[in-house]
């Protein structure tokens, strides 16, 4: 099990850009794929983004592809999620999430951390 704690929200303008940290704790973090997902009030949970653990791959959903970016550090036990030209419809919770030897998506991620708030103004 990994403890996930996330940091970055906050409040922001359409356009805007936030980088959202994931910091992990407890069992060996390199042999867990991250991801990001988030869940806007009304909706489903959805992904955003994920990298995997073995070879760094990415997967991005459709919704923001060519705007997030997310990356790792294993050295620091941290995952990253760069989120540019944000738009009002992106404001959600968002939530790190962990898969000891995961693939990317879909996957049954099982550590959760307790989300931060993203909310882009028009």
């Known amino acids: 099990q990994v403890q996930l704690v996330e940091s970055g929200g906050g409040l922001v303008q359409a356009g805007g850009s936030l980088r959202l940290s994931c910091a992990a704790s407890?069992?060996?973090?390199?042999?867990?794929?991250m991801g990001w997902f988030r869940q806007a009030p009304g909706k489903e949970r959805e992904i955003v983004a994920a990298i995997r653990w073995s070879d760094y791959n990415t997967y991005y959903a459709d919704s923001v592809k060519g705007r997030f970016t997310i990356s790792r550090d294993n050295a620091k036990n941290t995952a990253d999620l760069q989120m540019s030209r944000l738009k009002p419809e992106d404001t959600a919770i968002y939530y790190c999430?962990?898969?000891?030897?995961?693939?990317?998506?879909?996957?049954?991620?099982?550590?959760w951390g307790q989300g931060t708030q993203v909310t882009v103004s028009s």
């Open positions: 999430a962990a898969r000891r030897y995961g693939d990317l998506w879909p996957e049954q991620y099982d550590n």
């Open positions: 407890g069992r060996a973090f390199g042999g867990y794929t």
